[in-house]
């Protein structure tokens, strides 16, 4: 395993995972939303684009692609896309907030092949949840996943970004899965898109962390994280999954416009490699990129090369420092040994995200 993430350290010729966002276009206005979704950006890839891109990933041998948004449902060509790349070997993992997925799509998404579906839900309870995703939004989600489960779809996923509110839920969200012969999927809070306005609010403490780890320790092996929580192996023992940052490594985002960045949660010009209408594609961006070349070099410990946990928690998430303000070879902003929290302290400005998408925000979606 240590010989396979040095080799992933240093890059691959292809992604194993790309997250492509089809569309900014979103019904709701989810208040940590990664890319501050919301209107949709005219300058969209078209259907034969996105066909293209689908061919290169194909050519490339990319494993699968998740799509996302914004909602992706609301693109009329969504069906189309999909269809082209799980016919064509590119599997498709897309996440959704459920508006669209009514009994008879269900019926059609559970006919597909190399499909997999995640709903986002950031609740166990309609309260919890709705404060962060909208006014019925815990309702609808539920709602998608009754149509998936009766349309016999199989095992899909319900992906939560933990927060401070629900924390105290994770049995609840295990038992949910459960009770649809689901997988539950949970992510980190990054201070990406709107998620910078809310993030302090948003994060877990310190000790919530901890009931994390214990957490992920004791039902891990029934839970998808990723590489979300690499940070939390500080605690002393690590948690399954890769131990590192895969930005511009083994993963990247395409954007609705064809713009490349390193990571899904650094939608910054910093961290932007091309695009997929330049010569040479995708392809190139990926194999060619200044930017990826250096993200791809031996990185330094930093200010964290003192501390005993860096082979552990690796420094964390290079996101959740830029985009509180932090150097990225510093602390994670949530590092477990609070060095982050002491880092914090002297921030003196913030970095904002490259384009807001957002439309006006209703009142009951405001900041608490």
């Not at 064509?88 to 907030?97: A, D, I, W």
């Not at 990185?299 to 996101?319: E, F, K, L, P, T």
């Not at 932090?326 to 929290?341: A, F, Q, R, S, Y």
Request: net charge negative; with cysteine; hydrophobic share 40%.
């Amino acid at each position: 395993m240590t010989r396979l993430v040095d080799q992933m350290k240093t890059g691959l010729d292809a992604p194993i995972c790309i997250t492509w966002e089809l569309t900014y276009a979103c019904n709701l206005a989810c208040v940590h939303c990664l890319s501050s979704s919301g209107r949709r950006d005219p300058r969209e890839l078209s259907t034969a684009e996105a066909f293209r891109v689908i061919d290169e990933l194909r050519a490339m041998q990319v494993f699968y692609v998740n799509i996302g948004g914004g909602e992706p449902m609301i693109r009329r060509d969504f069906f189309d896309i999909v269809e082209y790349a799980t016919t064509g070997g590119v599997g498709v993992k897309f996440s959704t907030n459920g508006a669209y997925i009514d009994a008879e799509r269900a019926r059609r998404l559970a006919g597909m092949d190399y499909l997999d579906i995640q709903i986002s839900v950031d609740g166990a309870d309609e309260a919890t949840n709705d404060r962060v995703r909208g006014q019925g939004s815990f309702a609808t989600a539920r709602r998608a996943m009754e149509n998936l489960a009766d349309a016999d779809f199989g095992e899909f996923k319900i992906s939560v970004v933990v927060t401070r509110d629900n924390v105290s839920q994770l049995d609840d969200f295990l038992a949910m899965a459960d009770g649809f012969g689901a997988q539950l999927r949970l992510t980190r809070l990054r201070p990406s898109g709107r998620g910078v306005d809310t993030w302090h609010d948003l994060h877990p403490t310190l000790d919530q962390q901890r009931e994390l780890h214990r957490w992920l320790l004791a039902h891990g092996e029934r839970v998808l994280t990723g590489d979300s929580f690499f940070h939390l192996n500080a605690f002393g023992e690590s948690l399954p999954g890769l131990n590192m940052c895969g930005a511009g490594r083994v993963v990247c985002l395409i954007d609705p416009i064809g713009d490349v960045y390193a990571c899904p949660f650094v939608i910054h010009d910093e961290f932007l490699a091309g695009n997929v209408r330049d010569a040479g594609g995708f392809t190139d961006v990926w194999r060619t990129s200044d930017l990826f070349s250096e993200l791809r070099e031996p990185q330094s410990a930093g200010a964290c090369a003192s501390c005993g946990a860096w082979d552990a928690c690796q420094g964390g998430c290079m996101a959740a420092k830029f985009f509180t303000g932090l150097p990225l070879d510093g602390p994670d902003p949530e590092c477990v040994g609070g060095e982050g929290e002491h880092a914090l302290t002297a921030v003196t400005s913030v970095p904002k995200p490259s384009g807001d998408h957002s439309r006006p925000v209703p009142v009951e979606l405001g900041r608490r």
